[in-house]
Antibody
Framework: EVRLVESGGGLVQSGGSLRLSCVGS????????MSWVRQAPGKGLEWVAK????????HYVDSVEGRFTVSRDNTKNSVFLHMSSLRDEDTAVYYC??????????????WGQGAQVTVSS | DIQMTQSPSTLSASVGDTVTITCRAS??????LAWYQQRPGKAPKLLIY???NLENGVPSRFSGSASGTEFTLTISSLQPDDFATYYC?????????FGQGTKLDIK
């Protein structure tokens, strides 16, 4: 059974930093692109970032470019989202998700349960 | 960036009804379009990929179609579990975008 488990969420002050982690199991983690998707309270889904299987390629939504960094450690079946210069509008539930195929352009077939990030000014 | 315009934003229907949700892309996306279902407090669930392909384990009452830059999700014979929010997502480019969502509620 595929499982994705996020951790590291919490309350942080505006301008602060936080690191989210996601551990995958039940699949060949190192063969898949991984991604982060967020959802602000009462709002829709927003794709945030994605990272290639070997970490050599990364892409970000414009609103987080230069503030967030996605990374991974395949030896620990983990993907991370380092968030800095946090703003009120970054408050959201953050999901990690697997890309369905072996391409960087694919949909999300497995999702974690989400981690709550609250930015307080 | 590619914009995805989803409609309607809310939809009321009854058990047994057939409903259609539409998503329009601001440019061609070569059918790289997925549909998700999200229940309150839960993670999204993939229903349809590549515009019309049913994900494993998803009931056949869900179907997707495409015509140019317009995509539709049809749910036939609505069941109680189907009342949820639905999102489309394009993945034709390196930067993904979602539609705004359609909340399907019980009439």
């Amino acid at each position: 059974e595929v499982r994705l488990v996020e951790s590291g969420g919490g309350l942080v002050q505006s301008g602060g930093s936080l690191r989210l982690s996601c551990v995958g199991s039940g699949f060949s983690f190192s063969r898949y692109w991984m991604s982060w998707v967020r959802q602000a309270p009462g709002k829709g889904l927003e794709w945030v970032a994605k990272i290639k299987e070997d970490g050599s390629e990364k892409h970000y939504v414009d609103s987080v470019e230069g503030r967030f960094t996605v990374s991974r450690d395949n030896t620990k079946n983990s993907v991370f989202l380092h968030m800095s210069s946090l703003r009120d509008e970054d408050t959201a539930v953050y999901y990690c998700a697997t890309l369905r195929g072996f391409s960087g352009n694919d949909c999300f077939d497995y999702w974690g349960q989400g981690a709550q990030v609250t930015v307080s000014s | 960036d590619i914009q995805m315009t989803q409609s309607p934003s809310t939809l009321s229907a009854s058990v047994g009804d057939t409903v259609t949700i539409t998503c329009r892309a601001s440019q061609r996306i070569s059918n790289y379009l997925a549909w998700y279902q999200q229940r309150p407090g839960k993670a999204p669930k993939l229903l349809i990929y590549k515009a019309s392909n049913l994900e494993n384990g998803v009931p056949s009452r869900f179907s997707g179609s495409a015509s140019g830059t317009e995509f539709t999700l049809t749910i036939s014979s609505l069941q109680p579990d189907d009342f949820a929010t639905y999102y489309c997502q394009q993945y034709n480019t390196d930067l993904f975008t979602f539609g705004q969502g359609t909340k399907l509620d019980i009439k």
